[in-house]
């Protein structure tokens, strides 16, 4: 099947159409509100982390504990590049996350902030969507 290039940018403004290609990957910032997002569940529940799977299902969480008092969240980063997310929200270690509910949309706080050397991610999780923040101070 041919995609037609010309009925795919018809729905796009004027101004956006104007602009070379090549500027396009700069506007990351359209994209988060043109393309809908999935959303962060939680899904599981387990008892420790090493019965954790290796491989989550995308844009799923699970809870390590009970519902009632959860100890950790993980789950895999959403920048896609396979990193595992796992995230301390037991009040009497140092950080720790809070979660707003374990049934539905996630929404956790404060920021997840991820570095390790090479990359950085950093973003909010409210209601399930993640709202990605910029780098405010460059790269490392």
């Not at 729905?11 to 159409?17: E, N, S, V, Y």
């Not at 100890?71 to 270690?93: E, Q, T, V, Y």
């Not at 990359?119 to 709202?131: A, E, P, Q, S």
Request: charged residues 25%.
């Amino acid at each position: 099947m041919k995609i037609r290039w010309r009925a795919w940018v018809d729905w796009l403004p004027q101004w956006l159409k104007r602009l070379p290609l090549w500027q396009w990957p700069r506007l990351d910032w359209l994209s988060q509100w043109l393309i809908p997002q999935p959303l962060l569940y939680c899904t599981g529940q387990f008892d420790s982390a090493d019965e954790i799977p290796e491989k989550l299902p995308k844009n799923t969480a699970v809870i390590v504990g009970t519902a009632a008092r959860p100890k950790w969240i993980a789950f895999d980063c959403p920048c896609r590049s396979g990193h595992r997310i796992m995230l301390n929200l037991d009040r009497g270690r140092s950080p720790f996350w809070q979660l707003s509910k374990v049934d539905g949309p996630l929404s956790l706080s404060p920021s997840v902030n991820y570095y390790d050397g090479r990359r950085r991610c950093h973003y909010f999780v409210r209601n399930g969507k993640v709202d990605w923040v910029g780098d405010s101070f460059g790269e490392r």
